[in-house]
């Protein structure tokens, strides 16, 4: 198949596109700047509503990862609306083009988060089924996977990956947590017992890739392993497998406040978050808890 990627040059879109090539598959991006690689790149300026028709000869399947980094600066007014905008601009200039026909895409996968449901500190893990929340991240979610949702009335299969923390070792959070740990400076975050709902990156890329080849896949899907974990185990587990130790305590979460402003949210809370729908369809994990992953992540090479 012909597949197009937005903002493919991110953690996602690079280790997406390397899979999905070596699955025999043609790749196409679409990037805020033409690059040369080895895949095709053509541009699209969103904020004036411009996207290069090239990018979607034969293009049976489009992957929608674009959006600015949600962990990447601090939660000023003027970047929350750029987190909101660059997702639903993106999608509505997607929208604008399919709706005008003469294309060959069949389905629209969305990247979305596990911030659709909101920090919630129950015990009991959360379904697609539950609700939205109510803190901004969640209100960003809802709008994006709203911005994506009028690509059915087009005829278009729509697949929406509500993604956890991806874990990969070629950035992301794990490189996050485990720089200070490398440096004998880790420490656990806030309480430690906040619930992280992980993905390992090849599980990320395999889910896709089932999204994209079985036709039954519609709607939305959490894209986290069923067995999440609290942020100080991966602390711990890291430093073990790292041989390093973890002499200081905890960073207080009124630190990370300072430190991070509202962004601190996102380090201090979690959601315990269920796959059950990937289940359903019969999707296996291959590495379903966190020693697989990080032994693999941290250990190889
Ligand atoms: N990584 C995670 O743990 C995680 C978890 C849940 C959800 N997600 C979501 O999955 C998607 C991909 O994640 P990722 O980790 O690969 O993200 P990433 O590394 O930040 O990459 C996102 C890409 O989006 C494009 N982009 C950045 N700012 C933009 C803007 N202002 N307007 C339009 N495009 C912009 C860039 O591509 P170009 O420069 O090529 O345009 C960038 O490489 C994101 O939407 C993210 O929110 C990620």
Not at 97 to 112: E, Q, Y
Not at 155 to 165: F, N
Not at 245 to 269: C, D, H, K, S
């Amino acid at each position: 198949m012909v597949i197009l990627i937005t903002g493919a040059s991110g953690l996602i879109g690079s280790a997406l596109t390397e899979f999905l090539l070596q699955q025999g598959h043609a790749v196409v991006h679409l990037g805020r700047s033409p690059r040369t690689g080895k895949v095709p790149c053509y541009a699209w300026d969103i904020s004036n509503g411009k996207l290069d028709a090239r990018a979607l000869k034969g293009v049976e399947v489009i992957i929608h990862l674009a959006g600015a980094g949600v962990a990447e600066k601090r939660w000023t007014a003027q970047r929350k609306k750029e987190i909101l905008e660059s997702r639903i601009q993106s999608s509505r200039l997607l929208y604008d083009t399919l709706s005008k026909g003469g294309h060959s895409v069949k389905t629209f996968i969305s990247a979305s988060a596990i911030g659709y449901y909101g920090f919630l500190t129950g015990e009991d893990g959360v379904t697609e089924d539950h609700p939205a929340g109510n803190d901004f991240l969640a209100d960003v979610v809802r709008q994006w996977e709203e911005s994506v949702d009028g690509m059915t009335t087009l005829g278009i299969r729509l697949v929406k990956l509500r993604i956890g923390m991806v874990l990969s070792d070629k950035g992301g959070v794990l490189q996050e947590i485990v720089r200070p740990i490398k440096l004998f400076a880790g420490a656990p975050l806030g309480s430690g017992r906040q619930i992280m709902s992980w993905i390992h990156i090849q599980d990320l890329c395999r889910i896709f890739h089932e999204a994209i080849t079985h036709s039954k896949w519609a709607g939305a899907y959490n894209a986290v392993t069923n067995q999440p974990c609290a942020n100080r185990e991966l602390t711990h587990k890291s430093a073990r497998l790292l041989h390093r130790p973890l002499w200081l305590p905890p960073v207080p979460e009124f630190v990370l406040r300072l430190m991070l402003g509202q962004m601190a949210e996102i380090v201090v809370n979690g959601c315990r978050v269920i796959p059950q729908r990937a289940l359903q369809e019969g999707f296996r994990f291959y590495f379903p808890d966190l020693d697989s992953a990080l032994s693999d992540l941290l250990l190889k090479r």
